[in-house]
């Protein structure tokens, strides 16, 4: 499926970094873009470029983290021939090849201290010096680098250069999670399962169940949107019945009877929107004499709810209504209970 370049959401949160990243996008200046995974900082830097000056210009993507620490240099600044073993000609870095457009630097966080050093001075002097040469270059390159990181945390600890940090962080673009997104889940859900839907020749969108929507809410996204269209169009591609609303979502695509065990902790189970949502099961009370009979009603409530949990496979909005709890109370006797992990 083509390459994902839409901005999707309504949410004040989200359109609020969408706007200081249009702000940005005119000056001439180094902007960082931070981040969860599946957020979308490669959409908002690629936004960073497109309306800017530079949008009829250059556009080089390097992700930091998909290269080694002994090749990070030779991609971003180049090498000549002979400069080190395998080098049998001499090749142009990132810098060179983005020269008068915009560098994207994804991962930023894993550069090495001796990559953020030559790194500094190319953003601080506008120049470069290929690996085994003495000659610098002069390039004219915006950075917009990405991580999902909190880089002053990474100073203290020593792990990232101050001086770096202090020019690349012009402007500072933080994406809100999902999770943290207030109505957008449906809105984005609905568009990944209409494109997946017309995919597949449905001849309408028969929309989502109940449950299904339930589910949709009540889980965390750690992978947030990226990991949201995955579970869409995984969902509607399994369903069986166009004509009905697609009311069955899968979270864990390796949740299987026939998994490899698993070594050392034991995995969260798949979280299944069809997952039973009648009334709880009896729990047994405490038998014997009571001593304390507020420490004997909490233990039993948390007993109620972890089976709860358990039996609704770990789904926060099933198990509020197979209780008879609104989301926001089981929430909170979950917190209570220390069982909100």
């Not at 390039?139 to 909190?150: L, P």
Request: net charge negative; aromatic share 8%; proline share 6%.
């Amino acid at each position: 499926m083509e390459r994902e370049t839409q901005f999707i959401g309504q949410s004040a949160a989200f359109q609020d970094a969408v706007e200081r990243a249009s702000l940005a996008a005119a000056l001439d200046r180094p902007v960082l873009v931070i981040g969860e995974r599946g957020t979308g900082k490669e959409l908002i830097a690629e936004r960073l470029h497109r309306l800017s000056a530079r949008w009829d210009r250059p556009y080089a993507i390097m992700n930091c983290a998909a290269m080694p620490e002994t090749l990070i240099e030779s991609e971003l600044f180049g090498h000549e021939a002979g400069a080190f073993t395998g080098a049998t000609r001499t090749r142009a870095g990132r810098f060179e090849e983005a020269d008068g457009g915009t560098l994207f630097l994804d991962e930023l966080a894993t550069m090495s201290m001796g990559a953020q050093e030559r790194l500094l001075r190319a953003v601080e002097y506008g120049e470069v010096t290929r690996v085994g040469s003495s000659r610098p270059i002069r390039v004219d390159v915006r950075i917009v680098a990405a991580t999902n990181e909190h880089l002053p945390a990474l100073v203290d600890a020593g792990r990232f250069r101050a001086d770096l940090l202090d020019r690349l962080s012009f402007e500072v673009i933080t994406l809100p999670p999902l999770r943290a997104r207030e109505g957008d889940i449906e809105v984005l859900a609905t568009y990944f399962g209409q494109r997946m839907a017309a995919v597949l020749g449905w001849d309408e969108w028969p929309g989502f169940g109940p449950r299904a929507l339930a589910a949709m809410e009540g889980h965390d996204w750690p992978g947030n949107v990226r990991e949201l269209r995955n579970v869409i169009e995984r969902a509607i591609y399994r369903w069986a019945d166009p004509s009905k609303p697609v009311d069955a979502l899968s979270f864990d695509p390796f949740a299987s009877p026939w998994q490899p065990a698993v070594r050392g902790p034991a995995a969260k189970t798949d979280t299944l929107a069809a997952a039973p949502a009648g009334p709880a099961p009896a729990t047994s009370a405490p038998s014997g004499p009571v001593s304390d009979l507020r420490a004997a009603v909490d233990g039993y409530e948390r007993q109620i709810l972890a089976d709860t949990m358990a039996r609704c496979r770990f789904n926060q909005k099933v198990a509020a209504e197979a209780l008879g709890l609104s989301y926001d109370q089981i929430r909170h006797a979950l917190k209570k209970h220390g069982l909100n992990q």
